[in-house]
């Protein structure tokens, strides 16, 4: 089993910047990507980034060029630096650990973006 912890959720104002963070404990090795995703309310969840433990990265087009996802060596904590936030982008945003798709999940970190 993995737990994951995510933290930095909070209250923005459009355009402003976020970071979160999702710390990993447990059988850490047995996965080998961790990314996030977000849901709103009345919305399906939704993938924003991802990275693996070689380092490569995916990210959806939405957030191109404001979010960046980041990892410590040990992959055991990832970063999610959120830049230019939308009030469209206001959601609870999830970390996720797993191989070919998420298996453990954490239990979301609330993002609010005022206009």
């Known amino acids: 089993q993995v737990q994951l912890v995510e933290s930095g959720g909070g209250l923005v104002q459009a355009g402003g910047s976020l970071r979160l963070s999702c710390a990993a404990s447990?059988?850490?090795?047995?996965?080998?990507?961790m990314g996030w995703h977000r849901q709103a309310p009345g919305k399906q969840r939704e993938l924003i980034e991802f990275?693996?433990?070689?380092?490569?990265?995916g990210y959806a087009d939405s957030v191109k060029g404001r979010f960046t996802i980041s990892r410590n060596s040990s992959m055991n904590t990832v970063y999610l630096q959120m830049n230019s936030l939308k009030p469209e982008e206001a959601a609870v945003y999830y970390c996720?650990?797993?191989?070919?798709?998420?298996?453990?999940w954490g239990q979301g970190t609330q993002v609010t973006v005022s206009s």
């Open positions: 996720y650990g797993g191989t070919v798709r998420p298996t453990f």
């Open positions: 447990g059988s850490i090795r047995s996965i080998n990507v």
């Open positions: 990275i693996t433990s070689s380092g490569n990265t």
